[in-house]
Nanobody, 124 residues
Framework: QLQLVESGGGLVQPGGSLRLSCAAS????????IGWFRQAPGKEREGVLC????????NYADSVKGRFTISRDNGKNSVYLQMNSLKPEDTAVYYC?????????????????WGQGTQVTVSS
């Protein structure tokens, strides 16, 4: 079974950067499409970015366009979310999730495996 662990969250000032990591174990990440989601207090979980098994990425949140990028290193069994120019509205718990199909999706219910989440707080 695929297990996912996020890391890299923390407190950052507006305009700063963070890189989140999603480390996989139990299975080879090559066979999984990985999505990053976030959930702010009182809001539904929303898709942010996804990277398919072939390495193609899809953006599901217009608010992060041009600021966040997703990448994967199958050799390290990891996926990364680079977040630049962070804003207070990016504050949320960020989750990575995996599914075995080839194609990305921004719908949480389509993912079978989830990490525990990492808190990102953007505040001065």
């Amino acid at each position: 079974q695929l297990q996912l662990v996020e890391s890299g969250g923390g407190l950052v000032q507006p305009g700063g950067s963070l890189r989140l990591s999603c480390a996989a174990s139990g299975r080879t990440l090559d066979y999984y499409t990985i999505g990053w989601f976030r959930q702010a207090p009182g809001k539904e979980r929303e898709g942010v970015l996804c990277i398919s098994r072939s390495g193609g990425s899809t953006n599901y949140a217009d608010s992060v366009k041009g600021r966040f990028t997703i990448s994967r290193d199958n050799g390290k069994n990891s996926v990364y979310l680079q977040m630049n120019s962070l804003k207070p509205e990016d504050t949320a718990v960020y989750y990575c999730a995996g599914k075995g199909s080839y194609y990305c999706s921004g719908y949480p219910h389509e993912y079978d495996y989830w990490g525990q989440g990492t808190q990102v707080t953007v505040s001065s």
